[in-house]
């Protein structure tokens, strides 16, 4: 095997995992999930999502977290 094909298969081989694994999380995060990515009590999750101060989802009376938007805001939350 030459170097080249090597590096592709590598790639292929990393590339396979990681839409593996994003695939495994959902994209919609209950109170709960949200309030673990975060590491805080899920009554404060939902109590920022009341006053509107984190990024949030509604679907009727459910209120669901993007997991990507939530790590935007923290990120935004951590440059300040």
Not at 1 to 8: F, P, S
């Amino acid at each position: 095997m030459t170097t080249t094909q090597i590096d592709v298969q590598a790639l292929a081989i990393e590339l396979a995992t990681l839409i593996t694994d994003r695939q495994a999380q959902p994209t919609l995060l209950d109170a709960e999930a949200a309030a673990s990515l975060l590491n805080v009590p899920a009554s404060w999750v939902l109590a920022e999502a009341r006053a509107n101060r984190i990024p949030t989802v509604r679907l009727g009376k459910y209120v669901r977290f993007r997991r990507d938007d939530l790590q935007a805001w923290i990120e935004r939350r951590a440059a300040r």
